[in-house]
């Protein structure tokens, strides 16, 4: 892969960690934020256990997709960016440009789904 379209990537991962690493630190704030529970009647503790419950789910996502980010910029640094982890192939431009920290090329993407499915069910 050409030096230019690496370094393109490499600053829209970067710009991404960061978004994240706010996101999860907002997230992280908000369940120490609230008030004291106790002075609450029980509809609002059950809110407030919803909402932080709710927030701490968005957080766990922001930072599964801060991990695959963190993992995509070492890619770069040891040379194996852009290479599907699965059959060693070379994920595909148009993928990579739509998710630059993606780890399997679009067709080893949808057996990993598969098997996800199946383990799941």
Partial sequence: MKKDRLAGFKKRLLDK???????VGRTALYGKDQEDDS???LGDQANTAYTREFFFEL???DRRLLRE????LQKIEDGSFGTCE???EPIADKRLDALPFARYCIDCQRLVEEEERMTAG
Avoid: H, M, W
């Avoid at 960690?17 to 996101?23: F, R, T």
């Fill in 39 to 41: 002075i609450k009647d």
């Fill in 59 to 61: 957080g766990n996502g």
């Fill in 69 to 72: 980010v963190v993992t995509a």
């Fill in 86 to 88: 699965r059959c060693s």
């Fill in 17 to 23: 960690q960061y978004q994240l690493v706010q996101e």
